[in-house]
DNA sequence: CCTACCGATCGGTAGG
DNA sequence: CCTACCGATCGGTAGG
């Protein structure tokens, strides 16, 4: 292609507008941010951005299926289908991990998702059914004699992905922590605990 | 005081006003909710709430205040301040279990707040001094030998309120589940980990 | 991609 | 002069 065969403005495509746009919707809220704001973020005249997408609503849907697609893709890997339901379940604890660190700013939108639009609910929707196979999986593992029976199935996923998804919260890459280390350091902590010594292990009292 | 005394409509009082403020800013955000709509929600004019409140913002100062003062006053209680550093961490957790689940909704906003106003950016500096806090009784139960010394103190810190500050995403009171038994159930995962037995424990393979 | 707009709604305030 | 509001409207900005 010559020179002269580009006709107007370089333009932006629709993956950097979507960047942009979950940029300041993670800064504003979605809500709140207008699309004007986003224009001016682009440099660009409001517009232009109705020239990629036909609405608000649809750079929504279009961040938060990515972030959904790749959460849902390791749910589908072999290490998460077969084997002992301890490793299956460290294997989508992991590849959330890795998924979250990846895909950070999409996957910290889809959490602030609360259900206010159409697509909001979709995706809260998707959300419940992950929910659930990790339940199921928590289920399994404890039938397995691999999970402490003492704590109930939905509280203990809930608890599990609750400490995942906070890693939105503070975790930015580029930083001394790399998302294998933070995998790890999150995994020893959530299955083997705190503690140097559980107490009562030897059946005396810890204090 | 004789019920001719009394002028005017019964009204709301600041408190009552503050609660469903609270509520639907949760709902939809705080710079999506407009002060109309939370007229209409209360049943009064939107001039009604600037009787109680001179700002929107001053809505959103006082929940947040509501929300760090009780879990600053966690951090003064006698059981956090003195004793062994991993009894006073794990006080300071179930304390903050309990004022997040009594006070859910403030502590729910909190946790929502990005920094877009003055107001939200104090309440941010709260919180960091908070988890400076926290990280710092991490570093001390390492240092006497509580907690296991291969994870870094200021990771710890943020797994361990990351999953606390989580249970605003999904609990909800007057169900089966009391703050009590959800203290029991984080403190349990957290401390002493969600593996029956721990890998290696006893210097044999575990897998 | 822009200029030029729309129906409606924003946070905040007037007099009574 | 008080508390507890109301009906109407201000100058600007929202998504489309």
């Known amino acids: 292609m010559t020179v002269a065969a580009r006709r107007g403005r370089p333009g932006h495509s629709l993956d950097s507008l979507l960047d942009v746009a979950v940029e300041v919707f993670n800064e504003r809220g979605y809500e709140a941010t207008s699309m004007d704001s986003l224009a001016e973020r682009l440099g660009v005249t409001k517009s232009a951005i109705y020239h990629h997408v036909p609405s608000k609503v649809e750079l929504l849907r279009l961040a938060l299926d990515r972030a959904l697609d790749g959460l849902f893709a ?6 998460a289908t077969s084997g002992p339901a301890i ?11 890795r998924v979250l660190t990846g895909e950070l700013p999409f996957v910290t939108l889809l959490l602030r998702v609360r259900g206010n639009t159409e697509v909001e609910q979709h995706a809260l929707g998707r959300r419940r059914e992950f929910d659930r196979v990790v339940t199921d999986l928590v289920r399994l593992a404890e039938d397995e004699g691999s999970v402490r029976p003492d704590v109930d199935p939905a509280v203990t996923s809930r608890l599990l992905f609750g400490t ?19 995998a790890d350091a999150l995994v020893t902590t959530l299955f083997t605990g705190l503690r140097t010594t559980p107490p009562d292990f030897f059946g005396k009292k810890s204090r």
């Open 87 to 97: 490793d299956r379940l460290e294997h989508v604890v992991r590849g959330s991990v």
């Open 164 to 182: 995942v998804n906070s890693l939105t919260e503070w975790y930015r890459p580029g930083g001394p922590l790399t998302p294998d280390a933070l």
């Open 74 to 79: 390791v749910l589908a890997e072999p290490a």
